[in-house]
């Protein structure tokens, strides 16, 4: 038995919007696998729940008329990893996912619940962040869209209005057309276990594969946040592609990144790998882009 | 002023191991507390109870999941599957089970059930996997006694034996 005072089931989101707005001291349910071990745990011990893990409509990934790509917010990290538009389109987004806890963790955890909690060392958010995703939330005013970056305001906190749940992550065309990505997540262990740095990379080549148009890089753990690394990007963008830009792009990340020590590992050594991943996930991005190097 | 703590119960329909089922349950209770209470499905064990070891894995709509963080009465017209559900009609064990006990995959057996239904979703795709994908295809599991390789070996033997393939060495 989980010590909660009341639950309230949502099954459309009109019912979790009123429900929303009825009970506005009342934690949000999706998959659980955070807030049903928080409750056990005695965080939330007494709270009173909104389940809106039985919202069918808000699982799935589809493409809008202008391209983008649309996940709903509960669709879970395997079924993300085996759709595939997410194959064909931002790969990296499912292997990205494919590495948060184990098997039955990606079977129920969902992409909107990994980024409503907040938490820099969600698997889901660098690529997110790297691929400039919206967040789109629905509320008793309607809908509205905000960045990804807007929408991390700091650690364990996002700009979730009251009477609000988050409905789809968007992912623009302008984000994913001809880009390769590739993620690196370094932990102590393969499976059931947190970043201790996670880095995305994404490359958009020149048709003659030489010089890098665009490329974007993003970071979970090395800030309170996940974050951009602006002057990493600056460093490649228009460049041609070389070991040597490889090099000096993976160094710039340190005039972006304010990683922290803690009981997982030392400011100093997140600095390290953050230079070390964002130059393999560079590498890997140009080469998947066809590029060489 | 206290508020009161209000019980709160819902009729839950579902389908357990074939058969069509309803109960009354508190909201309150995990899906590993309604299927041992109530239907007595003793083999989802009560492991860590925040979804770490796997002991308490059904299957819901043929995919794992761990049922301590499972919510009873999301169960609701899904199709769930524990191991009781893997005997035959004559109390006959499957093939995997079978499998377990000739690898000596078993000793003390408290994650075993959880092991089997995990294997058993990985059967049914059909596929081949290699080593590396089934280590990672298996490693929601916790075993505290013999270690992996026995269990590793059931399953990929038992997948060949269904593919009708011989297993390499």
Redesign the interface.
Known sequence: MYDMKALYEAGSVDEAVALRVAHPDAQIIAGGSDVLVQMREGKRAGAELISIYGIDALRGVSQEADGTLRIGSLTSFSHITKDPLIQQYINVLGEAVDQVGGPQIRNIGTIGGNTCNGVTSADSASTLFAWDAIVELTGPDGVRRQPIHDFYLKAGKVDLHPGEIQTAILIPKESYENTFGHYIKYAMRNAMDIATLGTSVNVRLSADKKTVERTRIAFGVAGPVPLRAATAEQTANGQPVSQELAEAFSQAVKADINPRDSWRASRDFRMHIAVESAKRAFIESVRLAGGEL | MA?K??K?YKTVHFNLNGNDVERSV?????LT?MLRNDFRMTSVKKGC????C?AC?VLIDG????SC???A??A?GKHIRTLEGLLGPDGEMSDIQQAFIDEAAIQCGFCTPGFIL?AVEILETGKEYTDAELR??????LCRCTGYENILRAVKKTMYKRLGKAMPE
């Open positions: 508020e703590f209000v709160q508190d909201v309150r209770a995990s507390d109870e925040v979804g770490e796997g894995n995919e794992a999941f761990n963080i499972y919510l009465v999301w609701e995990t990672k295809l298996l490693s929601g599991h």
